[in-house]
């Protein structure tokens, strides 16, 4: 055999063992090729197939909502918090942004806050914390006050609550606004709603007295620091009859009395001592003295023979001396009188 009949064998075997390695090479690459492909198509099959199910799901009306339930709330409806939520039998149980509907609820001016809960059987329940309302005012615009003392624009949907809280008539300086908004932070929710006004009314020992009046007809006055005692009101009205009556609360004594009604007193003109030279009397105060009357223990004036009224009489310092009660012996004679 001759070289170049040798060369062409060896040219053709070295040809066929690369045709080999090649052929080789190709069929792992499509092997792997297959491979791949076969596990996309089988995750893709996978993902179809949930999709499929969540589909299905989404379109059931086993993915909606079954109940609203509104907790905490006392002034605003549950409808309109429902309505402020933008939830309702529609709306998809596990596509629920709760942070979202939170804020949305929130942004309510009497509103403090809100909290979603998802509970079983695709029950949403929503938990709120209302701001306190303790009355109204008309000052420019309608508002109601809040117990920390801001305001709120009074809308329609808030009527309903103007019927539970006293029209607040004056106040309208800041520090007057604080004071009857700290005072009546400090009474219970009932006894506000049986306030049906509270005005400012100027008696004679405090410029600054509230005069309330109450829905059962009857009158309250008091100052800022002793409104806290109308909390008492059910056992303090408790002995009256009928309406019409004026209580007075004193916060130094931590008492409640009746009285004549301011507008009923009969204004009594007050009488003075005065001396020979028709000179005031005055105390060891520079105050002129007044003229008191001895009184029975009925209350009754005692009268002279003339049928005067008696004096009680006073000394050189302006102080009234009382009078020596009568001798027993005199006593019965003026009863069998």
């Known amino acids: ?194 306030i049906s006004e509270i005005k400012q009314y100027d008696l004679n020992y405090d410029k600054n007295a509230l005069m309330l009046y109450l829905r059962d007809g009857n009158f309250v006055f008091s100052s800022f620091y002793s409104l806290e005692m109308i909390n008492s009101y059910n056992f303090i009205a408790s002995e009256l009859i009928g309406n019409g009556h004026c209580i007075f609360l004193d916060e130094g004594l931590q008492v409640a009395y009746r009285k004549v009604c301011p507008w009923d007193e009969v204004i009594v003109e007050k009488e003075y001592w005065k001396n020979a030279n028709g000179e005031y009397i005055l105390n060891k105060y520079g105050d002129k003295v007044p003229i008191h009357y001895q009184v029975d223990e009925n209350g009754q004036f005692i009268l002279d023979e003339a049928g005067n009224k008696i004096p009680i009489p006073i000394n050189e310092f302006g102080e009234e001396i009382q009078p020596e009660p009568p001798a027993q012996e005199e006593a019965e004679q003026q009863n069998v009188e």
């Not at 499929?52 to 409808?79: C, P, Q, R, W």
């Open 1 to 194: 055999m001759g070289l170049e009949e040798k060369n062409l064998i060896d040219f053709k075997e070295t040809s066929s063992g690369v045709d080999e390695v090649l052929k080789r090479h190709k069929q792992r690459v499509n092997d792997a090729s297959f491979l791949r492909y076969k596990r996309f198509l089988f995750s893709l099959a996978i993902l179809l197939g949930l999709l499929m199910i969540l589909m299905t799901y989404f379109y059931s009306s086993a993915s909606k909502v079954k109940a609203i339930s509104v907790n905490g709330n006392d002034y605003i409806d549950s409808e309109y918090i429902k309505k402020l939520s933008g939830l309702s039998l529609e709306s998809r149980y596990y596509l629920i942004p709760w942070f979202i509907t939170e804020a949305k609820i929130k942004e309510y001016p009497l509103i403090s806050d809100a909290k979603i809960h998802f509970e079983a059987n695709n029950v949403i329940k929503i938990d709120i914390t209302e701001k306190k309302p303790v009355g109204y005012r008309y000052n420019e615009k309608p508002e109601i006050i809040l117990s920390d003392g801001k305001t709120v624009e009074l809308t329609s949907e808030m009527l309903s609550i103007v019927a539970r809280i006293p029209l607040i008539t004056g106040f309208v300086e800041d520090e007057n606004l604080y004071l009857i908004t700290k005072s009546l932070n400090l009474v219970d929710k009932s006894k506000i709603e049986n």
